[in-house]
């Protein structure tokens, strides 16, 4: 029979009894089959796997097999799966929230939920540093960054950030190193959401700033404050409901030197006087309620507005207009430099991966409503809010505020029900949820997806309490007049930019999100071998949980009996994490790797502190390590101290020695990357460790390469104290093309008291740090992919796609070697998880640089590697597991071809300024240039097909190499306007 | 404020009150705003919409506002239809369900139902009959033709039929024709499960066929039969399970000159000697359980394979491979010329909407688990099958077949449990469904769903019935042989074409689904403004509930009382369906729109059987009509009388007069389309269909033109006694690429008696027809979508709906005049909701037909408009009320350019043989041809870009113009094999 007779690692044995199910999941997710494994492995010179991963992981931290197996951790098949699933799904109680404070029922509209949160076109791309191929998302995150501008009215505004709570900590900061280094104390408004407070402490720490709480008005007056005061937090409307003008607040800020960052909520910006208008500096929120599901806390984007003179402080990613070498306007990721790689311990935010994808799907959502369905739905909240507070009032409830937008405070004490206790009882008898306050006081906040039914048994429960008849909807009067007094409502106009006044038709939506997705490169199209990002499949079984509303419709502030399902997936990830990272706790509160870093180093801190040794405050991180890790250290009040490392990326032990030694009594940690930013398994590891112990300092070990470790070794054993992982990337949560993303810490035994806490979780540790993110398991709902994707391959499944993941990369170092230099291999001649290649002679030869074979890699359907990352002249490239032989063949072929057309250059066969590589990439409009326009030294058919498989099968650049210089001139991060759009 | 105020013809208004919902489906379903229809309707000179529908539709045919409205429909928004939807979902039960019969609880893989059934990018697209732009289907559907010619050892196979009992249906008519014209009498094999003979019943009827049922071979012995013999069905396996050897019997039916029709299961292919091995002539069956959801009936994709001989007779779509005129291979439907165009009364079959998606969806799962993949899924499913029987037999329990694939039938009688209405009861409240057969024997089916739980479940109340102790799974020993025997086992490979063989893994499936994808222009992209096919938007709300399990896991034989939720969406649906036509009863069985006209004639035809009038059996049809409209009519045994239309495209009612007069004694009925297929409301509808009735026949109105007529006319109004709906048409069933279908029929209350029976419905009136469809109420689960869709519009939005789509054509129409020959208006200078413009001036001054102009719209990202029907030099416009005035002008822009184009061509500006037209469509592989290649006097941005707005929206084309003479000569019809695809 020709048809090859198995695929994948994991089946190679029919299976094992009749009543094993077929439908498993790692012979779907790896992607050699055992054909393509013994080539490959032979093509290595290797009799067995075993054989192969002996010589690539270093003997002497492996870990037996037994660490990670199908008895610790049970492979589940697809459909066992899904039953699974649901059964805890059916354990989350959907009871309708009125709790607010920044969490809402969004009603996601369905074209944006299938077409943009359940399509893989739009979830499994990676953040657009490559711009050519990523067109449509950096056109809608200048649409998110536009709606941002517009409805705050400030000058500027990046393409999301991980949450309120992170996003105000970073206002802080940005006020903080604004002001002289004199004014260390930061005002917060007691108006302000307790989980922002929360995290504010916490970053406050590392800082060194002084956060005072209270009624601000209040504190401005105090004397003993004034004259340290960098900034104050202010919340419009606050967390109670309360809107109030700080016009005048923000005139004595600015006088004192300080910046004004407002907290506010954008559905509410249509129709208040927005922030910019009266003075704040930074504004910054949550665009969840713009139809992102509230998934128990998260994923969503927050957003960060700043005014035009702060805009080259701003943390995270900013997108802007520029040209490509054509001429035609095109998107592009501007200032990149504010990143940490540059500015490592000198950067004051550590923010990488954000919140791409929900940043999209809020854009969208402003794209279909447009500012007159957005005013449609605010009119809508406010008035239902109108006609509670009206309705509880003649039932004799008072309220708090008599301005508000959404939400109302109310004082129960003197009432029939007597006090907030009993009304909480009535209200879940009845499946409600209302805001604790405290014993007297209860919130109750409004969104789109109450309905009329929804509003009368809210009535009912305090109509019950109040023991008063019950109303019905024709008691019920529309109010004539608004809560929000006329100093404070909203006259200028918003979001008049086309696109939001165009795709109002379902049709026309849906074709504006195609269109977009159509520019893009995915994983839907090709492999992309991001080192150090472990672009794998994202498993549709894996997704398909996260949109049920049983995971997707839960406010993250719910009693913890109502999310049983939610908590068992979560134990089950911690533990299954800890297993595999041979640690003994864990927090999945961090939402994203940079978050894990910063977290786990503030245990490591809060650790020494609470053994008497706080000025425990050196970190010593190696030169090679990723920006964030320097950045982290800086954030958690750790001084960093750069270790270096070998050419071959091994650490340089001896100095590693020295400076442990050096700062042995203000040592408080080491951080390093395992396998190493160079794709190396250093067998020196332990050794490494075992100096930082034997200083007193703690191990950090950054888990983004822990794909290389599943079952062969893990952090523990290399040394480690604490790690974070990227579930979006070892553990399948798709990158979203720039977020969302988990990046959960896994400690020692010792550490796990110091674990974050939360102001939403029932008790908080003597010793636990305070809040990392706004929501006590941060982005709560994609964990469940996964626990999903760790259920679904069992531990075998997990340790053979780590194997493949190894045999991937080194078959590719093995077919690349003869091209290009390789950077590094270990004794055996083996790579890790990726490989390096140097590309600097080239550059010597014919001046080509990393991005001109970058760029060219485009042309055959490619994205490119990670480029000029550990190493300015290098690529870093990562295959990972889910790649089949034929798709690395196909990539490699594509490297080796365009090493001729480099030949071909250094030779002089093609002239160096006008060439295949330097006029990259090719897209379609170039082709149609007339032949004098052509005028290049190759034919059309070079450009496009230069390898037959891409005539059947060719992804399309759909504009030419992007001009990074005339973007940085003209930094442009808004839409069009109507007037450019027609000009 | 610059935005634009308000969207869509439905939200003039804000909402009504503060309690109405915001998220309604009208302003999102219509595509003009407000400012847009004032601006047409002033283009067109009218002041109002009254104005405007008064000139548009004759005033003696219309029907009061109040006879469609939100009175008596009244509009649920968005989410509400889906909590309307789940609670109605909920009232189904979800039964594990043994029933067999044809019917499967399939495992869909999650990467194909949410990339191929859930992605509009496969499911809005139209019937492949522009294969530039839909090579992606065509390479899927060449996929499943080569599934089902490989498993069924057959040498062609088509694209799909509707489902497996009119297929058989099919086959029985091609013996029928293909035999002297003595031969009469079908036998039918006792073993062929009882929907498909009651569909050979109703369908041998109309061509006099004599239906004899009972064992084959001992009906062969019958020497009163063997003369008239001109086929036979057997079943294999049969619907009870057993499996015979058809060796012999299939040699005599040919010795006698007869047919073999097997009706088999492609499952069981993978484990049984395949028919085509043992002489079968016509192979039928359904794919369903190859990944497509029971979904209660359907929709999924019956298959239909024939000997080589035969395969100019085949019914319906066959995809076959041919070259684009640069030589490069590409699909396209071949052997259209079969169609009922063509063939009109003289067709045996009327077969024109198949089953595209869920054909794709079927030859996806193979693609998807390969030969190996099947095979172990077949052999699981025998294995149980297996082990469950002897568990049975162990408790005394008898069964009827030791020979077998997954079907066991149980002889209860004689046992501990007595008769089967026990076992059934047992069975029911262990939430279990076996087939009922009748009081001893019971049915147990066996399929990939069933886990290990399941079987111990349906053990335990078998165990319980027999009063023995129950087993576990333990006891369960996994059978050492197969319960098939040697002889009947296959031997010869299957599946090894290698794309069978290659898109294993998730990552690779994905790719190749997209890949595929992007190849074919669907609603994503632009507006296919075909006429007579309604491509309205298909609202991602209508098809979200579809794949919910409450809907698409139910058997289509499970009782009444399991499917409250389905009985209620059915049940209105019909009042709904009967409200719009004006008629009283309604039958959804009928599962595409020529199924329908069958139905609906036959129903004419009983009628007048029932009143002593079986003589009646000439029927009057235009000229213009569909060539369904005949086909069906001489299915049904009705005699085609052809009545003329005027070269406006109005009946000529002298003509119809004079036949009606003339055939007075014999007429049975008049085919009439309203609008006609020329676009027009004739006003002459009532008086013609008077002249029918005075004659005593009935009047069957074609109702593919729905969508013109909603609340403003209707059929009964119009004078009609039955009519069909295009429910994929007018109630927005995506077309799926050319399938699924709905078409159901309403009747006036004369009629309603003789609507279509099912053996599965619980009681069967005394007049009514036979069945129709293999399933009660046919593609049952898309009902839902339809049902959806009526009731998120509304009456009023309905209505709103039907006005927009004649004002969208008529500014079309007003705005191509100018430029085209509009080939008809009425008095007032009125289309109805489509146009017919004339290009045979073209061909006469410069030899340009209209497939040029097709083409040519291609390269301006269009799908070409109906084509050269119902008059061969005409183009056929339907814009649909879901465009927007924006996508109107661009398409008119189109053509508009297209006629400047043709003008230098007719001017002699570029030649008549290489221009523009003529070589359209020009992919992008065109344009990177050399210059010396190239060749062409325009330039290759003349042929990309020849309007501004394609530099920032194109869809591409990816094959140039194929050359059907070359696919006619070389019919080929499966994928290229290995040899093929590697020279
Ligand atoms: C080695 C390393 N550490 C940390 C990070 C930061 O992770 P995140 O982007 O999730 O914040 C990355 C991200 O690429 C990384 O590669
Ligand atoms: C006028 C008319 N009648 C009947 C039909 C047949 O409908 P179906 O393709 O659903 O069988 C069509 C299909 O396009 C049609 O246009
Ligand atoms: O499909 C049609 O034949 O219109």
Redesign the interface.
């Known amino acids: 029979?020709?048809?090859?007779?198995?695929?994948?690692l994991a089946s190679i044995k029919?299976?094992s009894?009749?009543?094993a199910?077929?439908?498993t999941f790692p012979?779907?997710?790896?992607?050699p089959?055992d054909a393509e494994v013994s080539k490959m492995l032979s093509a290595l010179g290797y009799e067995s796997m075993d054989a192969f991963v002996g010589a690539t992981v270093p003997p002497k931290i492996r870990v037996p097999a037994a660490s990670v197996d199908n008895t610790s951790i049970p492979a589940v098949s697809?459909?066992q799966l899904h039953a699974r699933a649901r059964e805890l799904g059916g354990q989350n109680k959907l009871f309708k929230s009125y709790i607010g404070m920044g969490y809402h029922s969004a009603?996601v509209?369905?074209?944006i939920?299938?077409?943009v949160m359940?399509?893989?076109?739009w979830y499994t791309p990676y953040t657009p540093y490559q711009p050519e191929i990523a067109q449509g998302r950096l056109e809608s995150l200048i649409n998110f960054q536009t709606m941002v501008m517009s409805l705050t009215s400030m000058d500027i505004a990046n393409a999301s950030m991980l949450d309120e709570a992170t996003a105000a900590a970073e206002g802080m900061v940005m006020a903080f190193v604004s002001a002289s280094s004199k004014k260390k104390t930061f005002l917060v408004d007691s108006g302000v959401s307790p989980q922002t407070l929360a995290v504010l402490h916490t970053r406050a720490k590392g800082f060194g700033i002084n956060v005072v709480t209270g009624n601000v008005f209040a504190l401005l007056e105090d004397e003993t404050l004034r004259s340290g005061i960098c900034g104050v937090l202010i919340q419009y409307p606050d967390v109670n409901g309360t809107i109030k003008d700080f016009t005048s607040l923000s005139k004595k800020v600015h006088s004192l030197g300080g910046l004004v960052i407002c907290a506010t909520d954008l559905l509410a910006l249509t129709k208040l006087k927005p922030p910019g208008e009266w003075g704040a500096d930074v504004v910054v929120g949550n665009s969840a309620r713009f139809g992102v599901p509230a998934g128990y806390g998260g994923p969503h984007a927050a957003f960060f507005a700043v005014t035009d003179r702060l805009k080259r402080k701003m943390p995270g990613r900013l997108i802007g207009r520029s040209r490509d070498t054509q001429g035609k306007p095109a998107y592009r990721l501007s200032l990149q430099t504010r990143e940490q790689h540059i500015r490592r311990e000198k950067a004051t935010s550590n923010i990488c991966t954000s919140q791409a994808l929900l940043a999209n799907m809020a854009a969208m959502y402003a794209v279909y409503h447009?500012?007159?369905?957005l005013l449609?739905?605010a009119d809508?909240v406010h008035?239902?809010t109108q006609?509670f507070k009206t309705s509880v009032e003649a039932m004799g409830y008072k309220s708090e505020n008599q301005v508000f937008f959404d939400t109302v405070t109310l004082d129960v004490s003197g009432t029939a029900v007597g006090n907030a206790h009993n009304v909480h009882a009535a209200a879940e008898a009845a499946g409600i949820n209302l805001r604790h306050i405290d014993e007297s006081h209860i919130g109750v906040t409004f969104d789109?997806?109450v309905?009329?039914a929804d509003l009368v048994a809210l009535l009912d429960v305090f109509a019950s309490g109040a023991k008063v008849s019950t109303v019905s909807?024709s008691d019920?009067a529309?109010p004539k007049t608004s809560a929000i007094p006329e100093s404070l409502q909203r006259t200028s106009?918003y979001?008049?930019h086309p696109v939001?006044?165009?795709h109002?038709?379902?049709?026309?939506?849906?074709?504006y999100i195609?269109?977009l997705a159509?520019k893009d490169l995915g994983?839907?199209?090709?492999m992309i071998p991001l080192g150090s990002c472990t672009m794998k499949?994202n498993?549709?079984?894996s997704?398909?949980p996260l949109t049920w509303p049983e995971f997707s419709n839960v406010h993250p502030f719910v009693p913890y009996d109502q999310v049983k399902g939610y908590r068992t997936i979560i134990k089950e990830l911690e533990d299954d994490l800890c297993r595999i990272t041979g640690f003994a706790a864990a927090s999945l509160q961090p939402n994203s790797g940079a978050a894990g870093e910063y977290a786990g180093l503030s245990v490591i801190k809060a650790y020494h502190e609470s053994r008497g040794e706080g000025q425990r405050e050196v970190c010593l991180i190696p030169l090679s390590a990723h920006g964030t890790n320097p950045a982290s250290a800086a954030m958690a009040g750790l001084k960093v101290v750069a270790v270096k490392v070998h050419s071959d990326g091994n650490l340089d032990l001896e100095d590693l020695k020295t400076k442990a030694e050096k700062h042995k009594d203000q040592l408080a940690a080491f951080m390093i990357t395992y396998p190493s930013t160079f794709g190396v398994f250093e067998a020196g590891v332990q050794a490494a460790c075992k100096i930082i112990h034997d200083n007193g300092g703690q191990v950090y070990l950054d888990g983004a390469n822990l794909n290389a470790q599943i079952g062969l070794t893990n952090p523990a054993t290399c040394g480690g104290d604490v790690c974070h992982m990227n579930l979006h990337k070892t553990f399948a949560i798709p990158h979203g093309g720039g977020g969302p993303g988990v990046g959960p810490i896994c400690v020692a035994e010792h550490l796990a008291p110091f674990l974050p806490s939360h102001p939403a979780m029932p008790e908080k540790g003597e010793l636990s740090i305070d809040a990392v993110s706004a929501a006590p398991f941060g982005s709560a709902s994609i964990n469940v992919i996964s626990w999903a994707y760790i259920k679904m391959l069992g531990g075998q499944g997990l340790v053979d796609s780590s194997k493949i993941a190894l045999l991937n990369a080194n078959y590719m170092a093995s077919r690349l070697a003869p091209h290009y230099t390789l950077r590094y291999k270990n004794e055996n001649g083996r790579v890790a998880h990726e490989l390096l290649i140097d590309l600097a002679e080239f550059d010597k030869a014919a001046g080509l640089k990393v991005t001109d074979f970058a760029k060219r890699l485009q042309d055959y359907g490619f994205h490119p590697p990670t480029c000029s990352w550990p190493i300015a002249t290098c690529m870093l490239i990562e295959p990972t597991e889910?790649?089949?032989l034929?798709?690395l063949d196909r990539f490699c072929d594509a490297m080796i071809q365009i090493r001729h057309e480099a030949e071909d250059i250094i030779t002089g066969k093609q002239p160096k300024d006008n060439n295949l590589l330097k006029n990259a990439p090719h897209p379609?409009?170039v082709?149609?240039?007339?032949?004098s326009e052509w005028n290049r030294p190759y034919?059309?058919?070079t450009?496009?097909?230069p390898l037959p498989w891409l005539?059947e099968?060719k992804f399309?650049p759909t504009v030419s190499r992007i001009d990074d210089a005339y973007g940085d001139l003209n930094l442009i991060c808004d839409c069009p306007s109507?007037e450019e759009m027609t000009s």
Chains 1, 2 share one sequence.
């Not at 109002?504 to 074709?511: A, D, Q, V």
């Open positions: 029979r020709s048809p090859r007779t198995v695929r994948g029919p299976p009894s009749l009543f199910p077929l439908d012979e779907r997710h790896i992607g089959d697809e459909s009603v509209p369905p074209v939920l299938r077409n359940e399509n893989p076109a447009g500012p007159v369905g449609r739905i809508k008035k239902f006609v789109e997806s309905s009329p909807l019920l529309e106009e979001l008049s939001f006044n165009k109002h038709s379902e049709t026309e939506m849906l074709r195609h269109h159509s994983l839907v199209h090709a499949l498993s549709t079984s997704m398909i889910s790649e089949t034929e798709e379609v409009s082709m149609t240039l007339s032949d034919s059309r058919q450009a496009a097909y005539h099968k399309w109507v």
